[in-house]
């Protein structure tokens, strides 16, 4: 087995970190202030590449694998990790419309996503269903030339700033095979916002509550077969939770960076900290946990490639697992610092922010871990 990048693998990875250390580092502090990603940096990098990672060449985008899109945000993330999930939702949404959207979908969408001359937004979660889902009661009436949408969906990253609109809805009976998907445009009537959400991270990204009163939504903007939308959205969030799951390795890497450059210069007791063996301990172990939720990553993402059949329990354990280290070091790495890692100074503050809602978006790590005792229990039941 080999675990060594390849060479374009390789390229891949140090150009999205350059792009994250020249263009995002720089002004992470800044824009979590403004509380916005200006749009002329989402078009660099869509110059790059980085707007429909996973949408194939010949419909305009780049083609990559999706262990590939996993070290995207894994460098982009040593940046901010804010920034670079944002991306992943955006790209998370293309793909959508790249697998299932008809040709005229296609055509009227990719090239700008793309280009990220348009953003998109996953409209999934809301008020009163989470964790369930299958539960959601936004509703989509038919009409003679396509939909009234009525509903709402909540904690939606871009609400209010992007384009376009993924957005999961009931058009027919209760439970999963009741749900569509329709793309709503940005300026359709009937389509509103609340206020931004005050979060405790992530602040990069507007988050608002997304809402449809009588919003028309035309027969063309069906994505794919309608009773066929809850499926569309679990299949976009197995490489959802891979990419939030690299977004978390990458933030904790830099924090684990930080910390072991401060530990060189920071004297106690007559020598640099990095001399004590009890912190060298805790660096080790640090290294260690974030070395074995990389390879666990990477795995998932090869199994997802492949179509493997157990492809969505490994996404759901890389996930988890991934997370929660991720998390679990990052914290660490602040406590290495001491006072100074609560200061913004360092840097390592805001990544704690940022990673903590990992382990809560694209699903709970609690509903991750019913993932995968169902895949258990199902693989038993077949023996």
């Given at each position: 087995?080999?675990?060594?990048?390849?060479?374009?693998?390789?390229?891949i990875f140090d150009m999205a970190?350059?792009?994250?250390?020249?263009?995002?580092?720089?002004?992470?502090?800044?824009?979590?202030?403004?509380?916005?990603i200006p749009r002329d940096i989402l078009k660099d990098a869509g110059e790059l590449g980085f707007g429909a990672i996973y949408v194939p060449e010949e419909l305009g985008g780049t083609g990559l694998s999706r262990l590939d899109a996993t070290l995207v945000f894994e460098a982009l993330s040593a940046a901010c990790p804010s920034v670079a999930a944002f991306l992943s939702i955006h790209n998370m949404c293309a793909g959508m419309i790249?697998?299932?959207?008809?040709?005229?979908?296609?055509?009227?969408?990719?090239?700008?996503?793309?280009?990220?001359?348009?953003i998109a937004s996953y409209c999934l979660t809301e008020p009163g269903s989470g964790s369930d889902a299958a539960a959601l009661r936004t509703r989509a009436g038919r009409t003679n030339d396509g939909y009234v949408l009525n509903g709402s969906k909540a904690f939606i990253s871009g609400g209010g700033f992007s384009d376009l609109y993924v957005v999961m809805c009931r058009t027919g009976e209760d439970g999963p095979k009741g749900i569509s998907t329709l793309v709503v445009e940005d300026g359709t009537q009937g389509l509103s916002f609340g206020a931004n959400e005050h979060k405790m991270g992530w602040k990069a990204q507007p988050t608002a509550q997304v809402q449809f009163d009588d919003c028309a939504v035309p027969a063309a903007n069906l994505l794919g077969e309608e009773g066929k939308g809850f499926s569309y959205a679990m299949a976009g969030l197995d490489g959802g939770r891979l990419n939030i799951a690299a977004c978390a390795l990458g933030g904790a890497q830099g924090a684990l960076a930080t910390a072991t450059r401060y530990m060189g210069e920071r004297k106690a007791f007559g020598k640099t900290i990095d001399q004590f063996q009890g912190l060298q301990f805790r660096l080790a172990d640090m290294e260690t946990e974030l070395q074995a939720g990389r390879i666990f990553l990477r795995q998932a993402a090869w199994k997802l490639d492949t179509g493997a059949g157990d492809a969505t329990k490994f996404c759901a354990m890389a996930k988890r697992f991934v997370t929660d280290t991720a998390f679990r070091v990052a914290n660490d790495a602040l406590q290495l610092l001491g006072g100074y890692g609560y200061l913004e100074d360092y840097g390592i503050e805001k990544i704690v922010r940022d990673l903590r809602v990992h382990q809560i978006l694209e699903g709970t790590n609690e509903i991750m871990r019913v993932i995968v005792a169902r895949a258990m229990l199902a693989e038993r039941d077949r023996s």
């Open positions: 087995m080999d675990f060594a990048l390849s060479e374009e693998q390789t390229l970190h350059d792009f994250g250390q020249q263009a995002i580092a720089p002004h992470a502090y800044a824009w979590e202030k403004a509380g916005a790249a697998r299932y959207g008809d040709e005229a979908l296609r055509e009227r969408y990719l090239p700008q996503l793309a280009s990220m001359d348009k």
